[in-house]
């Protein structure tokens, strides 16, 4: 395992301006390819309508939150169903976990005609590219669930737990709105201490070792690290 080591690099090195991790899997099946050609464009976000965030739900919105890589949605699907008055906008470049969230959404043949959750939006790219463009305050809770830990100590800057990037996250997020973090990986979870003990933005409590009811939808990612004996570490920070 490598040893996490100080920040003082770190925090002098921007997060890059570029996107890691894999966009694409296995070659698209014909449903695959439906889904993202006419199912997407009906629920995309795209940066002309950020500024008017409100605006673009079924109803205007009590709050507005936001899910940093969604994987296979059920996580999206279940604050949906526990939150109908939430704006709901979930970011993922991974087709497969795209198409996975799209499929539980329309049936097989109604990929361009069946109805979509109004309070749902889907930004399928860099998710720092909608925080850079957002305008600031306007994000009750964010969502960061089981990330890719990028593990290896030269890839830290991979990781969205990022100095450069809690910067980002606390401009749009508002005084008291809540980020809540999960992860199973020890070196991830180390990593989340140690970034989040240096920061101004968030109000930092000691992490949960059981998942805490309120707020919270299992995941598989949770489940498998379950099954795989890894202990997930729960985090609460509440903006200043």
Not at 91 to 100: A, N
Request: net charge positive; proline share 8%.
């Amino acid at each position: 395992m490598d040893k996490i080591g100080h920040l003082d690099n770190v925090l002098v090195k921007p997060s890059p301006n570029r996107l890691y991790g894999r966009q694409r899997g296995h070659s698209l099946r014909p449903r695959q390819k439906k889904l993202l050609d006419e199912t997407l464009p009906r629920i995309r976000l795209s940066l002309e309508q950020i500024e008017h965030l409100a605006s673009l739900f079924n109803q205007k919105p009590q709050q507005i939150w936001f899910e940093v890589g969604f994987g296979g949605g059920e996580h999206v699907l279940g604050q949906l169903a526990k939150h109908p008055h939430v704006g709901y906008i979930a970011s993922e470049v991974f087709r497969d976990g795209i198409c996975s969230l799209l499929g539980r959404l329309v049936p097989v043949g109604k990929e361009a005609t069946a109805p979509l959750p109004g309070m749902l939006r889907l930004w399928d790219n860099d998710a720092r590219h909608m925080l850079m463009a957002l305008p600031e305050s306007v994000l009750d809770r964010v969502f960061l669930m089981f990330p890719d830990p990028w593990p290896k100590a030269r890839h830290t800057k991979r990781r969205f737990v990022h100095p450069q990037n809690v910067a980002l996250l606390a401009r749009v997020m508002k005084s008291g709105g809540i980020w809540q973090v999960a992860s199973d990986d020890p070196v991830y979870q180390g990593w989340v201490q140690e970034v989040m003990a240096y920061q101004p933005y968030f109000n930092v409590s000691k992490p949960q070792t059981i998942r805490p009811e309120e707020g919270w939808v299992s995941t598989r990612y949770e489940a498998k690290a379950m099954m795989a004996g890894r202990q997930p570490l729960y985090w609460t920070f509440v903006r200043r």
